[in-house]
């Protein structure tokens, strides 16, 4: 298989585990996703991948060709990788030219230029080869990055965080461009990542980590949104309202009405989680199962507005929760409405005390 | 075309078998859609998910019968992918009318093979070899059961 296998990597400091029995496979021309908070261990497994951490247990193969198991590692420069990390890593006394050629040192000086070249014209930058990294944009920076990395062909590119250093406005360009670039190579790329949006938006496929150094849910961006395993991982995702409450006859009473929970035994007490953008708000109930709210704030974030509301009557009458909804939302025009909730956006878990 | 590299190989006929009959469907699958085909994957699809299952029935029996002291989080894992199964079926229904699902269903074939069903039975390679040679084993597995 064309791509990255890893297998079984285990990695502690000192007693501290930090990966647990972690495995993934990237096909040629995909892209995964580490997500999770830090300290979760993605950025230790990424350098492990690179060569800059050494192997504990496991295996890591790149084109069917093992680069590293308990003994026996080839060192990075030889594994064929390219690197894009937070801080762009540019040598400032370099021009971008010199930047990009940089790991070409196995090349004649003259094809090093060329291929350097190339690539900067494919990021839009050849009018700055011979500018330095502190002439630039932390955008063009960060293309620059992405040329290197492309530069020498890698079998593998690792990104670490790769668009944090960016503005929100910069940062959804260049991840767009780098993904544009990156599907065009058809090379093999994990990425990590703690920004859910990113994420979901770079992905083939997302790997959620937890706190504990393992994998706990892995799949397509649309799968670990709208069937999260447990809690942790539903949240990972924004704000959610909670419900709790016991199961009776095979369902939990919400505001919303019930969910249903027949393979949990009644009085066990179970937490629903409501995405904030699982719940809409209308002016008129249209559909049986609205609920009718009073709404207390609005505060716009600029492409959604989260609403606060309050039940208007029924058992859970004062009740507040809050919605997201498009665009801005003027409080003082819309002071009754009726909620409605998808429900592809509830989640039921047990109460555990660190929501897994 | 998928194919599976050694590094993929868990050593044991049976399930190896199994896993190079997926890898005939994925391609028989591709194929199609490659081929201006993709209606054929209303029968190849569901060929492939009904295969899987009986590939976790069979793996679970073999592993069953070898006491394989990790046997329950392994089929754990393989109620898991249940919704990863019925995805497929969902995109082979679509295939036909919307061509962006055909890129998405190749997509989740791969990875479904390669990183939930072999990714996950290398993890008992170790103990297949070590019962094959009559050695000792620990837990059993390459790694802990958290």
């Not at chain 1, 198991?69 to 390219?82: A, F, H, V």
């Not at chain 1, 960060?142 to 890698?154: F, H, I, K, T």
């Not at chain 1, 606060?308 to 009458?317: D, T």
């Not at chain 2, 201006?36 to 299952?53: H, I, M, N, T, Y």
């Amino acid at each position: 298989m064309q791509g990255l296998h890893i297998h079984g990597i285990h990695h502690a400091y000192g007693d501290t585990d930090v990966l647990n029995n972690v495995s993934l496979t990237v096909p040629a021309g995909e892209l995964v996703c580490l997500l999770g908070p830090s300290g979760c261990g993605k950025t230790t497994l990424l350098r492990i991948a690179a060569g800059l951490e050494k192997l504990q247990a496991g295996s890591i193969s790149i084109d069917e060709t093992v680069v590293a198991e308990p003994g026996s590692e080839l060192p990075p420069e030889d594994r064929k990788i390219g690197f894009m990390f937070q801080d762009y890593a540019l040598f400032p006394h370099l021009t971008i030219r010199a930047n990009v050629s940089f790991g070409l040192f196995r090349q004649s000086k003259q094809a090093a230029d060329a291929r350097a070249m190339e690539m900067l014209e494919q990021v839009g930058l050849t009018r700055h080869a011979d500018d330095y990294p502190h002439m630039l944009s932390g955008g063009q920076q960060q293309r620059v990055a992405l040329a290197r990395a492309l530069a020498p062909a890698p079998r593998l590119v690792l990104l670490d965080e790769p668009f944090s250093g960016l503005d929100s406005t910069m940062r959804a360009r260049i991840r767009q461009e780098t993904l544009t670039m990156l599907k065009q190579t058809n090379v093999a790329t994990l990425m990590v990542t703690h920004d859910p949006r990113e994420a979901m938006f770079m992905s083939d496929r997302i790997k959620v980590m937890g706190a504990n150094g393992q994998v706990l849910q892995s799949g397509r961006p649309v799968d670990i949104y709208y069937k999260p395993v447990d809690e942790y991982v539903a949240r990972l995702f924004g704000p959610v309202n909670i419900i709790e409450g016991p199961v009776t006859d095979g369902k939990v009473e919400t505001s919303f009405g019930p969910v249903i929970s027949d393979e949990i035994p009644d009085g066990e007490i179970m937490r629903v989680l409501i995405r904030l953008e699982g719940l809409s708000l209308h002016n008129s109930s249209a559909r049986k199962g609205d609920i009718p709210v009073d709404v207390l704030s609005a505060h716009l974030l600029g492409d959604s507005s989260i609403v606060h509301i309050r039940m208007r009557e029924g058992a859970n009458k004062g009740v507040e929760y809050r919605a997201r909804v498009q665009g801005s939302f003027d409080p003082a025009a819309n002071g009754q409405l009726w909620a409605r909730v998808d429900p592809r956006c509830i989640f039921q878990y047990p109460d555990t005390e660190d929501g897994r | 075309m998928v194919q599976i590299s050694p590094s993929f190989k868990i050593e044991s006929e049976t399930i190896d078998e199994d896993h190079r009959h997926l890898v005939e469907i994925i391609n028989e699958i591709t194929k199609a859609i490659d081929d201006g085909q993709p209606q054929e994957c209303a029968r190849l699809v569901p060929d492939f998910v009904a295969f899987s299952k009986q590939h976790f029935d069979r793996e679970e029996a073999l592993l069953a019968g070898l006491s394989y002291p990790l046997l329950e989080k392994h089929r754990r894992h393989h109620i898991s992918l249940d919704d990863k199964l019925q995805t497929m079926l969902n995109l082979a229904a679509r295939v036909v009318d919307h061509p962006p699902a055909r890129d998405s269903l190749r997509k989740e074939l791969v990875f479904f093979l390669l990183d939930d069903v072999i990714n996950e039975d290398l993890n008992f390679k170790k103990f297949l070899a070590e019962v094959e040679t009559g050695a000792p084993n620990d837990t059993g597995a390459s790694g802990p059961d958290k």
